[in-house]
């Protein structure tokens, strides 16, 4: 089992930054992937970056690109979202997320983030 406590969302005015943080415990040693994802009022949840145990490989959505950055420290387990230059469509519940070995998958309880015009 892992458990997740993401955190660090908030309101910001359009063009600023915000980071979020994800704390993991439990089974860390079994992650393999770490990723955030958002959900914004009527749209499903859509993945926004994920990085593998190594760092080696990172995946964006193509929203964020160029704009936001995924980081993890394994020796602390946590990962980070840096979002710079943020629009008022980046407003929406971020989701940490996890999969470990065996292909179980862990969600955090989400943490909102709203961008004023």
């Known amino acids: 089992q892992v458990q997740l406590v993401d955190s660090g969302g908030g309101l910001v005015q359009a063009g600023g930054s915000l980071r979020l943080s994800c704390a993991a415990s439990?089974?860390?040693?079994?992650?393999?992937?770490m990723a955030w994802y958002r959900q914004a009022p009527g749209k499903q949840r859509e993945l926004v970056a994920s990085?593998?145990?190594?760092?080696?490989?990172?995946n964006y959505g193509d929203s964020v690109k160029g704009r936001f950055t995924i980081s993890r420290d394994n020796t602390k387990a946590t990962v980070a979202l840096q979002m710079n230059s943020l629009k008022p469509e980046d407003t929406a519940v971020y989701y940490c997320?996890?999969?470990?070995?065996?292909?179980?998958?862990?969600w955090g309880q989400g943490t909102q983030v709203t961008v004023s015009s």
């Open positions: 997320y996890v999969l470990s070995v065996g292909n179980r998958r862990y």
């Open positions: 439990g089974s860390i040693s079994r992650i393999w992937v």
């Open positions: 990085i593998t145990r190594d760092g080696g490989t990172t």
